[in-house]
């Protein structure tokens, strides 16, 4: 807990009543070290086992309840999760951030499976808006379609939708992999700063939008490039990766990659350097 | 954010108020303020159905002023006296609440001159005109509008609906939706997002002679559907110009007395989901607005950015 000190010499802001104290003490921020790793707690989470199975009908359920339930069967151990009647519920399966097998037999509203780490889960049917928006880890599988802002903001994982998704795919993406087997709407892509978009499918207008970083893959047709997005050669390592990914992603095995257009940031709008943030404050 | 919901079924009349009502109170949480109706019903398209209302609901959240229903009545006889002057005969009337009015009524002559005329009584708005359209709005949740209207029995092919969060105009009838596409009989519109070229298109409008009864910016899209048909377009060009000559977000239903459209702006920054088979087309604001009158596992997508789709019965 930081220390909150009153001092005598106050600044204009002070003066103005604004506030009266500083804040000192050691810094709230916590860094992972690997070799730590094995002491390392991550709160909420469940040591669940994969063979221990079972079903939950959440027809009659709202979400929060039907998340908690969630939440209790994996500190009971169960570690395959079957979702009954989901019913194009919001927010479901939220906030999940162990291994779990998290399988639904439905469809999904808005919101669903968000800011999760680490679970493998199966839709089998459609999706809303922003489905598992700041995914950390783990895979995500749609069978069928999925709404707009699809995967907004993962930092990690694999997130693949069988079907079409709607506009703004990937949005401010961080890291991972989005697979979309159909087609894909407006702005892909936008401001997207790392990881990368494979559609085997068309794309409509502003592909790549003001993106900073990151790779974008299309079959298809391309309806526009936004600010900044522009083309790049496929290599071998591309082609290949694309091939696997596609094998992994049980979707597309046979897809021609070959043919697919690469699509980076041009980095013209930004004032852009070859260091990482870490490195940054060494040569500042 | 507001809600909006509509359906088509191609080959059967079926109890359509009810599973309007159904979908949008699975959206109230998107709008609360306010719920309308536009329900394309069984009649024998012999006569003029009118829905009018001579003033306001004074409920919870509304901003409008409350009067005696002595002054409704005395509206009420104005309206009659200009139907009489115009040579319409009423064939039947219904009074639905204090101050809203169903006729069926026979005339044969000029739509806009006949609404120029109703309207000139003070607070009269004419709600809709049409030989199958039934537009009903209120305030209160699709529950409540449809349980204070009978909906529920209205049975026919398809219908459009919106659950209304009240943004940029007041809590009211006036400003709620959906709006009649005058001066054409039986047509409608919903609407969510905001536009943002209202006024410039206003006044071009209006300088058209096309009439404006609320300041809501939903209301445009209704009147400027209105003007392209007027002048000779189709349901679907006009639509589809309307992508370029509205500018802002939204995703808009419409429909007429054998079609519903929809139209989705090329931002695609408002939501739409749609389900399609051979005999029904249902869609609205989120997945559970259908799932309330399809429970069973369906296939359902998310239309492009600047799409626009027309089905007929």
Redesign the interface.
């Known amino acids: 807990m930081a220390n909150l000190k009153t001092t005598g010499k106050k600044s204009k802001a002070q003066s103005m009543g604004m506030h009266t104290e500083v804040l000192t003490g050691r810094t709230q921020q916590k860094f992972f070290n690997p070799d730590e790793a094995e002491n390392f707690y991550y709160f909420g989470t469940h040591d669940v086992d994969f063979n221990k199975r079972t079903e939950l009908d959440v027809k009659d359920m709202d979400a929060p309840d039907a998340n908690k339930k969630i939440d209790s069967l994996m500190s009971e151990g169960y570690g395959t999760i079957v979702i009954k009647n989901p019913?194009?519920?919001?927010s479901l399966g939220v906030g999940i951030l162990n291994k779990l097998n998290l399988i639904f037999e439905?469809?999904l509203?808005?919101f669903g499976v968000g800011s999760c780490d680490g679970p493998n889960v199966r839709i089998n049917?459609?999706v809303?808006?922003s489905c598992a928006q700041n995914l950390m880890a783990g895979k995500v599988v749609i069978e069928?379609?999925?709404?707009?802002s699809f995967g907004a903001a993962i930092r990690g994982g694999d997130l693949i939708c069988k079907?079409?998704?709607?506009?703004?795919t990937g949005i401010d993406m961080k890291g991972g992999t989005i697979i979309v087997g159909g087609?894909a709407?407006?702005?892909t892509g936008f401001m997207m700063q790392r990881g990368r978009i494979i559609v085997l499918g068309n794309v409509?207008?502003n592909l790549g939008d003001s993106m900073y970083d990151g790779t974008i893959f299309i079959g298809g047709k391309i309806g526009s490039f936004g600010s900044d997005a522009v083309t790049s050669d496929l290599t071998s390592s591309d082609k290949d990766w694309l091939k696997r990914k596609l094998k992994v992603a049980e979707i597309g095995e046979n897809f021609d990659v070959s043919k697919m257009t690469k699509i980076v940031a041009g980095k013209k709008l930004w004032n852009y350097d070859n260091l990482e943030p870490t490195e940054k404050k060494g040569a500042i | 954010m507001c809600g909006i919901a509509g359906l088509i079924h191609k080959d059967k009349s079926v109890n359509i108020g009810s599973e309007l009502q159904l979908m949008l109170q699975a959206l109230k949480h998107r709008g609360p303020d306010s719920t309308g109706y536009a329900l394309y019903g069984d009649t024998d398209g012999q006569n003029f159905i009118m829905r009018f209302k001579v003033g306001e609901n004074v409920g919870e959240g509304s901003n409008a002023v409350n009067e005696e229903t002595s002054v409704y009545d005395k509206r009420k006889k104005i309206v009659d006296k200009n139907l009489s002057d115009l040579g319409a005969t009423i064939v039947k009337e219904e009074r639905l609440t204090p101050y809203s009015f169903r006729y069926e009524i026979k005339y044969d002559k000029d739509l806009m001159e006949f609404s120029k005329k109703i309207e000139s009584a003070e607070m009269t708005e004419i709600l809709s005109i049409g030989k199958s359209l039934e537009l009903i709005k209120d305030i209160g949740d699709a529950k409540e509008v449809c349980d204070r209207y009978n909906l529920d029995k209205i049975t026919g092919t398809h219908a459009i609906g919106h659950a209304r969060m009240a943004t940029e105009s007041g809590v009211d009838i006036k400003s709620a939706h959906p709006f009649w596409g005058y001066p054409f009989s039986d047509v409608s519109v919903v609407h969510n997002g905001q536009l943002t070229n209202y006024w410039n298109n206003r006044r071009a409008l209006e300088n058209k002679g096309m009439r404006f009864m609320s300041e809501c910016d939903s209301e445009l899209i209704a009147v400027y559907l209105a003007e392209k048909m007027r002048n000779g377009a189709t349901l679907e060009e006009g639509m589809k110009d309307s992508l370029k000559g509205l500018d802002g977000v939204f995703t808009y239903f419409v429909a007429t007395k054998d079609s519903l459209g929809m139209a989705k702006d090329t931002m695609a920054a408002k939501p739409l989901v749609l389900y399609e088979s051979d005999n029904l087309v249902a869609m609205g604001s989120e997945e559970i607005a259908i799932r309330s009158i399809l429970p069973q596992e369906i296939d359902t997508y998310d239309p492009f950015d600047g799409e626009v789709k027309v089905w007929q019965i």
């Open positions: 019913q194009g519920k919001h439905g469809s509203g808005y049917g459609r809303g808006w069928k379609n999925a709404g707009s079907g079409s998704v709607g506009a703004r087609d709407g407006a702005f409509g207008i």
